[in-house]
């Protein structure tokens, strides 16, 4: 098992940033991939952006150049530094982990909510 602890979530005007962090513990071995997904209200989960244990980095096409994610491999952590934030990005934000033994096993945060008034 993985736990996953977020941190860093709020309240913001637009046009304003927020950074979201993310503490793993437990089983962390093997964890390929972390990221951040978020769902908004009457919506489905949807991705953010993810980050390999390589650096390989994915993003939604609506948070590029927007939204950065990092990862420190020695601490088992992954950021999320979210910048000219919009209305449209309030959602509750989830923490995510993949691991590989055998097959995929995913592992989610308990979520922040970010808030991003007009």
């Known amino acids: 098992q993985v736990q996953l602890v977020e941190s860093g979530g709020g309240l913001v005007q637009a046009g304003g940033s927020l950074r979201l962090s993310c503490a793993a513990s437990?089983?962390?071995?093997?964890?390929?991939?972390m990221g951040w997904y978020r769902q908004a209200p009457g919506k489905q989960r949807e991705l953010v952006a993810t980050i390999t244990s390589g650096g390989t980095t994915n993003y939604a096409d609506s948070v590029k150049g927007r939204f950065t994610i990092s990862r420190d491999n020695a601490k088992n952590t992954v950021d999320l530094q979210m910048n000219s934030l919009k209305p449209e990005d309030t959602a509750v934000y989830y923490c995510?982990?993949?691991?590989?033994?055998?097959?995929?096993?995913?592992?989610w945060g308990q979520g922040t909510q970010v808030t991003v008034s007009s």
């Open positions: 995510n982990s993949r691991r590989f033994v055998l097959k995929f096993y995913d592992y």
């Open positions: 437990g089983s962390i071995s093997m964890i390929v991939t």
